[in-house]
């Protein structure tokens, strides 16, 4: 008896094992995956095909379409792109190669499109509206941006070169404009400036920024090698050179006193070096104290229009220190008279004074009403174009006979003719 209840438990265990094995493997054939005859896969949940749904198993996507079928390639879903290898399993952080153009998954799956993205490699990179990467120059927001050629990496601190011309792109990316960078300077459109001044600065033909000593046009400047600025009011030895730089930074080859060194093929006293260095209206005053420290006004203002008239004659230097200086002309000049006034101010007389500010006004305004220059005598305005003076007696020795108008002491003639 104890025999037939324990086969019949025995018999019941086995049924209901049984009946449960049959249930497990009825729900495995309704819900799962079944490869179709065309060799694609169709998922079935409860026996019927699953279409246009995600399926996840484990850390694998998959998507079924319309048809019913697992998706492979690409898809275009929700507004964004996905894509799917030849398993159909989704696609995520990672790059994507189709044909000859890279694309980026991202975490969810979604190709990087519509614009610059950061992937996680840290560069930056522009994806079109399929998401393929872009290469080259672009344009978001206004602002241009470079993407290299060879991966599409964004450019950041660096020159381009684009068409033969350089470009510099920024720490965002940016190209930069209307900025220094280093020795160049980048104008409105990004280019580099070349032959042009700048903050000072001056930009050459190969467009960085000069530095020394440079010649630009028929001046001399001098740059500083740090800041690239122009040197103003210094004067500066340069190879064995002595120049004198101005309030404009242009720069006079200078002598031992600091005196710009004489113009070409003009020859001076050696008191031109060595003499005190003066404003024009003070050697002009101190000159004509030394020719005519005892004549009247009237001559003293002669003896200053001879020396102005030359400043503007063909036949000598154009500089007002190389006309009082020039070799054999004006004895003070050469015999120390010249000299001791200059370094002691006070024996210059103050009509010898005035009479240098009246020349020079009366050159400025003559000139600038292209009148001719006048000297006031007997009461009228009289031309005077006299290059030469000297007194009576030196010029009968000279054998000279050229018309002129004696004033006190001196004689004033236009042309030197014996």
Not at 27 to 55: D, F, H, M, P
Not at 309 to 338: C, H, I, K, T
């Amino acid at each position: 008896m104890v025999t037939k209840h324990r086969n019949r438990r025995m018999l019941f265990v086995t049924v209901i094992l049984f009946l449960l094995m049959f249930s497990c493997m009825s729900v495995r054939a309704e819900a799962g995956w079944k490869k179709n005859s065309n060799g694609t896969y169709s998922y079935y949940l409860k026996g019927k095909k699953v279409k246009k749904k995600w399926i996840k198993e484990g850390s694998k996507s998959y998507y079924v379409n319309s048809k019913g079928v697992r998706q492979t390639g690409w898809l275009y879903k929700g507004k964004k792109w996905y894509y799917f290898k030849k398993t159909g399993v989704l696609v995520k952080n990672k790059w994507i190669k189709y044909k000859n153009n890279m694309y980026y998954a991202g975490s969810n799956g979604a190709v990087y499109a519509n614009g610059m993205k950061k992937a996680p490699n840290g560069y930056t990179y522009a994806f079109d509206k399929r998401g393929a990467v872009q290469k080259g120059r672009l344009t978001y927001n206004k602002k241009i941006y470079y993407f290299e050629s060879k991966h599409g990496r964004m450019v950041k601190n660096k020159w381009v070169k684009t068409n033969g011309k350089y470009y510099y792109y920024g720490a965002d990316g940016a190209m930069v404009k209307n900025k220094w960078i280093g020795r160049y300077y980048v104008g409105k459109t990004g280019l580099r400036l070349k032959n042009t001044w700048k903050d000072d600065c001056y930009l050459g033909s190969n467009t960085k920024a000069c530095i020394g000593l440079q010649k630009i046009g028929t001046d001399y400047y001098y740059f500083d090698p740090k800041t690239y600025k122009k040197t103003v009011n210094v004067k500066l030895t340069i190879e064995g050179k002595t120049y004198q730089f101005d309030g404009n930074g242009i720069g006079t080859e200078v002598s031992e006193n600091g005196a710009p060194k004489p113009t070409a093929g003009v020859k001076v006293h050696n008191e031109y070096f060595t003499d005190p260095l003066t404003d024009d209206e003070t050697l002009l005053a101190t000159i004509i104290y030394c020719e005519s420290g005892n004549q009247s006004y009237t001559g003293k203002v002669a003896v200053g229009l001879v020396l102005l008239n030359r400043l503007y004659s063909p036949l000598f230097p154009d500089v007002l220190r190389e006309v009082v200086y020039q070799d054999m002309q004006f004895a003070p000049a050469r015999d120390g008279s010249l000299t001791r006034a200059l370094k002691n101010p006070a024996l210059v007389d103050p009509e010898s004074k005035k009479a240098a500010r009246t020349v020079i006004a009366r050159f400025e305004a003559c000139r600038a009403a292209g009148t001719d220059i006048y000297l006031q005598l007997d009461g009228k305005k009289k031309p005077f174009d006299c290059l030469f003076f000297m007194t009576l007696p030196a010029y009968t020795s000279l054998g000279l006979v050229s018309e002129y108008q004696k004033i006190g002491d001196h004689v004033f003639f236009e042309v030197w003719k014996r």
